[in-house]
């Protein structure tokens, strides 16, 4: 068995690359980004002076033209690190006594983790072993791509000063339905508060990108619970209108919060065989969420994008030194810095190059008859854990990438 590690053993096969960083997406669009993707009416002309009709299409690449400067591995972490407010943290800072209110942060948290998708873009597959090291505040971040068919990645974060340990596992599966792709995110999130003895676990919505109209909406249903206080919420995500972002509809999201019946004491008036409603839940993620109490106390705000999802930093490097050969960020750095400049063809090559340099690390574990094991994290044993993988170190340490304060 050959570990991660095997990225240092045949590092000659890679050339030392500079580390390239950006902007996370943000609500605002692309009104403060430092990459504009090119024209879509262009880039969709681009595929017909690649393909020719009866073409072999077997080993086609979509174009660089297609792809955001960075990786799907970056992304998922931007939902964790990058945040103008520290809602993670804010989630362990309420009174031992506040189960509640704790609760209803976490839920706003998990909305925070929903950012602006492009429609025709995409980041770059993660290759295997991939790796994404960074620190934001007291919290350090390191994700690892832990599987390449199917792509799998597995996020650990921990927090010593605010007594938080996340785990995150996702699986993303797409369907082709015509008209619009379909893509399961499969997985579960595990968010531990240390302090206060309390373990939520989530899923992940779902992505639809629709073609007519053009559209990428954050969907399906999405469920938070914690087994210790009984508390539980349902929030569903709803696909854009017709209308697109004149509709309503565009990025709502519609819920409730409530006490499971089996956390409820036996004399209490909810009863047994239902559960107590102690919220409602209404407002778009990409602008303002509130809940409603339902026992008459009034409605108030729990997650606000603006606070969040705005005005955001590119992470910066503090160590090269300490830089790891997997790092997202370098592995597509040469890919990055082509698309960035728009040298297309610059950008496929580099492009080819890191594809081409995976083949022969496969190749050669194959004809040693090494099998691959990522670096951070094993496979989950037995039932009380909520995600396929876990971390082999208890706390993620500080990283050579940080997020400017």
Known sequence: MVSGQGWNEERKLQQQQEVVLTKPLMVEGDSDVDYRTPNLVQRILSLFKNVRPGSDITGFQLPPSFNYPKSQLQMYGESVYCAGKDVLGECSSSSKGDAL????????????????????????????????????????????????????????ATDRVHGIDMLWFHRPIPRFHGTRVEVEVQGKRRLKLVEHGETYVMNSPNLTIKFIPPSVDWT??????????????????????????????????????????????????????????????????SSVVKIKDQNGGG????????????????????????????????????????????NWEKAKDAKRAVEEAQRELANGRSSRGEIWAPKYFAPSKGDDEPCEYSPIEALVPPAPIAVPS
């Open 101 to 156: 209110e704790r609760f209803t942060r976490v839920v706003g948290w998990s909305i925070s983790t929903n950012r602006p998708a492009i429609f025709g873009v995409a980041p770059y597959n993660p290759v295997l072993g991939e790796t994404h090291h960074v620190s934001s505040r007291s919290l350090n971040v390191r994700l690892e791509q832990v599987s390449h068919h199917p792509p799998a990645t597995a996020l650990h």
């Open 220 to 285: 399906g249903t999405v469920r938070v619970s914690c087994q210790e206080t009984g508390y539980e919420a349902e929030l569903n995500y709803a696909t854009s209108s017709f209308l697109g972002r004149w509709s309503s509809s565009n990025n709502s999201v519609t819920g409730r919060i409530y006490k499971t019946a089996a956390a409820s004491p036996p004399s209490s008036p909810s009863g047994d065989d239902h559960n107590k409603l102690l919220y409602t839940l209404h407002g778009h993620w």
């Open 299 to 342: 409605e108030r705000v729990i997650y606000n994008a603006k606070e969040v999802a705005s005005r955001l930093k590119a992470p910066i490097l503090k160590d090269p030194q300490n830089v790891l050969p997997t790092e997202s960020a370098s592995v597509w750095s040469e890919v990055s810095r082509a698309i960035m400049n728009r």
